[in-house]
């Protein structure tokens, strides 16, 4: 199992929110480093949608947003659109592995 | 614009070994490192390493050690992965993506499938 914990799936129906947790432990999130997230569709390479917690690369709509809080992050999708289907990763580092990069284990978001 | 063009399928036999390319364009080469990231089919993402192309420096996952190897060729922009003593779990898609220090990837190549079978 990952050393970060995603929820397997969510779902929501278009133009609602939905969120997805990302809890780690005081060795990773909780030691103060920074989470990214990665939208992976079908059969492509990840793509980079949040870094550094909160933050938003040119070209990725605002309707995402990150926020991190103890020893947990969570990206939310706001107004919930079909192209939005996709696995969610969530990143960070951990001491415990010698600075070792972690994920998590991946959501599979569906637009109902 | 920058790219990562990462070599081609590979299938390869139990035991033996796979080195995968990763070649670089549109940046200065030495001032960003690799990682390289797996995935088993139908599963999620594995930190696999990091290399630094200034140095040379890696940093393995502790799984996979004594059987990966990371470089860089600085006359080539090209960085290689090279996994020995291949097993069946790993079959993956193997993506290279450039780390610019903080484990931020913003670059990633298209993946290269390596398939293990007897």
């Known amino acids: 199992q990952s050393v970060l914990t995603q929820p397997p799936s969510v779902s929501g129906a278009p133009g609602q929110r939905v969120t997805i947790s990302c809890t780690g432990s005081?060795?990773?999130?909780?030691?103060?480093?920074?989470v990214h997230w990665y939208q992976q569709l079908p059969g492509t390479a990840p793509k980079l949608l949040i870094y550094g917690n909160t933050n938003r690369p040119s070209g990725v709509p605002d309707r995402f947003s990150g926020s991190k809080s103890g020893t947990s992050a969570s990206l939310a999708i706001t107004g919930l659109q079909a192209e939005d289907e996709a696995d969610y990763y969530c990143?960070?580092?951990?001491?415990?592995?010698?600075?070792?990069?972690?994920f998590g284990g991946g959501t599979k978001v569906t637009v109902l | 614009q920058v790219q990562l063009v990462q070599s081609g399928t590979e299938v390869k036999k139990p035991g033996a070994s796979v080195k995968v390319s990763c070649k670089a364009s549109?940046?200065?080469?030495?001032?960003?490192?690799f990682s390289w990231v797996r995935q088993a089919p139908g599963q999620g993402l594995e930190w696999m390493g990091t290399?630094?192309?200034?140095?040379?420096?890696?940093n393995y996952a502790q799984k996979l050690q004594g059987r990966v190897t990371m470089t860089t060729d600085t006359s080539t922009n090209t960085a290689y992965m090279e996994l020995r003593s291949l097993r069946s779990d790993d079959t993956a898609v193997y993506y290279c993506a450039r780390d610019n220090g903080s484990g931020t990837y913003y670059y990633w190549g298209q993946g290269t499938l390596v398939t293990v079978s007897s």
């Open positions: 005081s060795s990773n999130i909780g030691a103060g480093y920074d």
């Open positions: 290399i630094s192309a200034y140095t040379g420096n890696t």
């Open positions: 549109g940046y200065r080469f030495t001032n960003y490192g």
């Open positions: 990143q960070s580092y951990d001491s415990s592995l010698s600075g070792h990069v972690v």
